[in-house]
């Protein structure tokens, strides 16, 4: 049996952690919308179409934000064909997903589900067919009170009082090929600039992401968003990022191994707006909108991205969160992709809504990991495999809430780890638990028949702790290939 050390301080922080990082991600794509948020023919419909039983989940969830429309869907949208009164709304062809958008679902119906869901929306702006006019046509109808042309036609549509959306994307992932309407760096960074410059004079309390990397193996990464960066670094206030992983024929271990990767592509996001802000000799600091992220486990558009998530996914997505966290000085909002049947936390059908193994990681970290982001050492035996070389067993980062102190860990070993925990500065900590979630089958998931296959349990009964002058000592077990969560 192998061992790991982890080692903390309460005066060794990484930064104060943006709650909004736990946000998520709603897009016309499959039964994300229809058949998901919304089937007023299902037997818990609200008066207005929505599922309260897919409410309930997502509340679980204690979403900050949720994206919205899209997702490659904006960038052919016509924002006024999903306003007004439904019976008049056009049926158009979409051409992201090439199917028929009936417009029945639109900017009032969304923003109304969120706030039902206990959440804000992230609004997105079309800069693919379109431009700087209609984006700030849009803030000005969802944002100012009345008085206005716009705003006057939203009160007359039925939403009273303005929706106050302070977070906008400028667009959607314009440095891809797929994308409609994509351009090249520069044609949708002097795009995105003018558009941000008119949606900032029209609501000057709204904060921008530009569009940064769809992911870190575009060949025109860094190069994209540095270019962006320089065009629009006076008028926006993050950049984003977009990372999926799939498990395609990889072993266990290189497959959880996949957040080295993003750990990297992280950082040179960093350091790519960093150096954009030292050539322009400014202060500002352009921080990081990770507003597309999740593991996308069979990556087949035949049904639409409906996949069946296991305990395995559930530990790379645990290690994704915990890649999050450990940059939360910079990284302000991130977005999991997507909430509802499309890779999704929640898978819905004509019946019941389930949680799949995904949605418990999810969970955790939004509940248990809102406050200070620790620095965390973390001294285990490391493994190689083809893709990666050093690749810790044991990945974690610590917490400081509240009420004390959550860690959260994963074990990518196929053997248990004894874990201990040195937290140095606090004194007379207590009442420790430990959540886990582990199978024998790590290919085990939730289904409609079984939907709690897979499922934390609570392991508190292997802690000890031990309080000496100023030192906290924990010590535990991790489970083979498993997320936990420690509280104390």
Known sequence: MSKAK?????????????????????????????????????????????RTDVINLVRE????????????????????????????????????????????????????????????????????????????????YCNCPSGTYLSDLRIKHGAKEPHSIKLWCLGNEMDGPWQIGHKTAREYGRLAC???????????????????????????????????LEETFDFTDYLSMHQYYSKNNLTTQ?????????????????????????????RKKINISFDEWNVWSTGRADNFYQDIYSLEDAVLVGSMLITLLKHADRIKIACS?????????????????????????????????????????????????PEYTDVPYVDSVAVETEKGVTLFAVNRSSEEI?????????????????????????????????????????????ITVENSNDICKLTTKLNPVSWNVIQF
């Open 6 to 50: 982890i080692i903390l301080n309460k005066d060794y922080t990484k930064g104060k952690i943006d709650n909004r990082i736990y946000g998520s991600f709603v897009e016309h794509l499959g039964r994300a919308v229809y058949g998901g948020i919304y089937q007023p023919e299902h037997p818990s419909a609200d008066a207005n179409g929505f």
């Open 61 to 140: 969830l204690n979403l900050p934000v949720i994206r919205y429309p899209g997702g490659n869907f904006v960038s052919g949208y016509n924002w006024e064909d999903g306003v007004g009164p439904v019976e008049s709304r056009p049926k158009r062809k979409e051409l992201a997903w090439n199917v028929i958008e009936p417009n029945i679902v639109g900017t009032n119906e969304f923003a109304s589900w969120a706030k039902k869901a206990g959440s804000e929306v992230m609004m997105a702006v079309n800069l693919g067919t379109r431009g700087a006019d209609a984006a700030r046509n849009l803030v000005e």
């Open 194 to 228: 003018e558009a941000a410059k008119l949606m900032k004079w029209t609501d000057p309390s709204i904060e921008l992401v530009a569009c940064g990397s769809s992911g870190y193996g575009m060949k025109t990464f860094p190069s994209w968003d540095a270019e962006v």
């Open 254 to 282: 290189t497959f959880l191994a996949r957040t080295l990767d993003m750990d990297e592509y992280i950082k040179k996001t960093i350091a790519t707006c960093d150096y954009v802000a030292a050539k322009k000799k400014s």
């Open 337 to 385: 992709a997507q909430l509802v049947n499309v890779i999704a936390a929640i898978l819905t059908d004509d019946v019941s809504a389930i949680r799949q193994a995904i949605f418990y990681p999810f969970m955790h970290a939004s509940l248990f990991g809102r406050g200070t982001a620790l620095q965390t050492l973390v001294d285990c035996d490391k493994y190689d495999c």
């Open 418 to 462: 004894v874990l201990e925990c040195l937290a140095a500065g606090y004194t007379g900590l207590k009442n420790p638990a430990h959540i886990a979630m582990f199978e024998d089958n790590i290919f085990a998931a939730n289904t409609f028949e079984n939907p709690e296959a897979v499922k934390p349990k609570n392991i508190s009964d292997n």
